[in-house]
């Protein structure tokens, strides 16, 4: 069995192909997003998928499974797509402007280009259905949420499904019964509690704007700001929205760059800005594993993954530096030399510390060739 994996953002889209019961992959590539280059231009789906065909030269694809951002409150697991999907999938692009457009055009587009062949949504908010409802629900007028659907979905499920079940494989141990926090900090930065498999809480919210401190997203803020800038400084939600997604976070504290890396060269070279957003990403991290502790009732695994967890020894041991309260100590040799997959906790550590390689074109793989399809999906 082939699996052909899409993954569809606003300026690139990722492919890869999986074959065989272990899901190997055998090819996988970044369509339209030009090395080092500029992130801003639109992609053309139709000829992204085109190109994925030729470089396919006629190898068979028996299902293509598409990691769709959003699914809202009714799609709660891996679906296959037919037109009342495909129409939820263009309804949810209200509340996701930026993310379910390009996955809704990458799959008509591959329902041309790959007539007959199932396709499979996977969705990047589906594990977080389990929250309970007290983690959903905003503290806001209760009409909000009941009749505007004003609450808390979840992003990065993928990703923090993988890396859950992962970290329970790596350590040879049951995932019943273990408390585990997923990190993922690359652009965007979300972080989760899991327990017995099943994610009890996380960071982000009705959008990905909330929680973590990110790229270029401010995470948790006072709500307050909002109106006051509205009212004092005139600003419109257009321009608040565009800020907010676009202008805060490391790239607006520290004026130098979005990216991680660029930003800890900066604060290397005296930069005091940059330092400071280093500073405050920190304290942000530890803050939110602080409440996802006790969430949990106490850590088993803390996971780091994504560009920046998995890569930033530095982030890693300040991120734990204060982190022997919940039995968790970092081992500084272990943890500068790590590379994924890799347990970097000290020997008197009493939760572990892992740091892992997300894998989410793997998942959705996974998922695609796991779901039991009746009859052909796509008409
Ligand atoms: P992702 O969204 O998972 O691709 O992660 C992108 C983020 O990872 C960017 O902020 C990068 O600067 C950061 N990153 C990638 N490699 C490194 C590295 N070696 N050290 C620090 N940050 C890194």
Not at 186 to 202: H, Q
Request: net charge neutral; with cysteine.
């Amino acid at each position: 069995v082939r699996i052909l994996v899409i993954n569809s953002g606003s300026s690139s889209l990722k492919y890869a192909v999986f074959e065989g019961e272990a899901m190997n992959c055998v090819a996988s590539e970044n369509l339209g997003k030009p090395p080092g280059g500029n992130a801003g231009t639109a992609l053309d789906s139709g000829k992204a998928i085109s190109q994925i065909k030729c470089n396919l030269a006629g190898a068979p694809i028996h299902r293509i499974g598409h990691r769709v951002v959003h699914g809202g409150a009714e799609y709660t697991q891996t679906t296959p797509i037919d037109a009342r999907v495909k129409q939820g999938i263009a309804a949810l692009a209200e509340i996701a402007p930026l993310h379910n457009p390009p996955a809704l055009a990458a799959i008509e587009a591959a329902e041309a280009a790959f007539p007959g062949v199932p396709q499979v949504a996977v969705f990047d908010t589906a594990f977080f259905a389990t929250l309970p409802e007290s983690a959903v629900v905003y503290p806001l007028p209760f009409e909000w949420r009941r009749d505007w659907g004003i609450r808390r979905y979840g992003f990065h499920g993928i990703s923090h499904a993988y890396c859950a079940g992962r970290a329970a494989e790596f350590l040879g141990r049951s995932i019943g019964g273990l408390r585990v926090i997923v990190c993922h900090l690359g652009n965007g930065c979300s972080a989760s509690a899991v327990r017995d498999g099943a994610a009890i809480y996380t960071t982000m919210g009705f959008t990905p704007l909330d929680g973590l401190m990110m790229g270029t997203r401010p995470g948790s803020l006072d709500p307050g700001i909002l109106p006051y800038l509205e009212s004092r400084h005139h600003l419109s939600s257009k321009e608040m929205e565009s800020a907010l997604n676009h202008r805060s976070g490391l790239l607006g504290v520290s004026g130098v760059s979005s990216d991680y890396r660029e930003v800890e060269q900066a604060a290397a070279s005296g930069h005091a800005r940059a330092q400071l957003a280093l500073d405050m990403f920190t304290r942000r991290v530890r803050a939110h594993i602080g409440q996802l502790a006790v969430t949990l009732e106490g850590v088993d695994v803390l996971v780091f993954t994504a560009g920046i967890g998995e890569n930033s020894s530095s982030l890693r041991a300040a991120v734990c530096a204060p982190l022997a309260c919940l039995g968790l100590r970092i081992d500084p040799e272990k943890n500068r030399q790590a590379r994924p997959d890799a347990d970097v906790s000290a020997t008197d550590s009493i939760g572990r510390i892992l740091v892992l390689k997300t894998r989410e074109d793997l998942m959705i793989a996974r998922e695609t060739k796991n779901l039991a399809l009746t009859e052909p999906a796509v008409k």
